[in-house]
Nanobody, 123 residues
Framework: QVQLVESGGGLVQAGGSLRLSCVASGRTVMLYGMGWFRQAPGKEREFVAATRRDESTYYSNSGKGRFTISRDNSKNTVYLQMNSLKPEDTAVYYC?????????????????WGQGTQVTVSS
């Protein structure tokens, strides 16, 4: 199993930016795909972005263009840079890890989850 700890959430005004970080530990993290999800109150958890172990990336429509995912395997860390934030981006953001799988991949293939970090965007 992989242990994940997120940080970097907070309160920001619309149009602002935040960078989330997720530090992974446990098994050889560099072999894993890493992703970000979010869950707003009353809604299902939704995929935002992912990076494969070769550092290639994959985005949902909601993340494409404003969000950038990256990873630093030497630090076992994955980042989510979020720009031009909107109130509808308000959610708990979760980091996830999973063994390699074709994209788009079912949420069940993400086998390790962090505890989440709150992002609140005010209008």
């Amino acid at each position: 199993q992989v242990q994940l700890v997120e940080s970097g959430g907070g309160l920001v005004q619309a149009g602002g930016s935040l960078r989330l970080s997720c530090v992974a530990s446990g098994r050889t993290v560099m072999l894993y795909g890493m992703g970000w999800f979010r869950q707003a109150p009353g809604k299902e958890r939704e995929f935002v972005a992912a990076t494969r172990r070769d550092e290639s990336t994959y985005y949902s429509n909601s993340g494409k263009g404003r969000f950038t995912i990256s990873r630093d395997n030497s630090k076992n860390t994955v980042y989510l840079q979020m720009n031009s934030l909107k109130p509808e981006d308000t959610a708990v953001y979760y980091c996830a890890a999973g063994l390699p799988a074709p994209y788009p991949r079912p949420i069940t293939t993400w086998t390790s989850w962090g505890q989440g970090t709150q992002v609140t965007v005010s209008s």
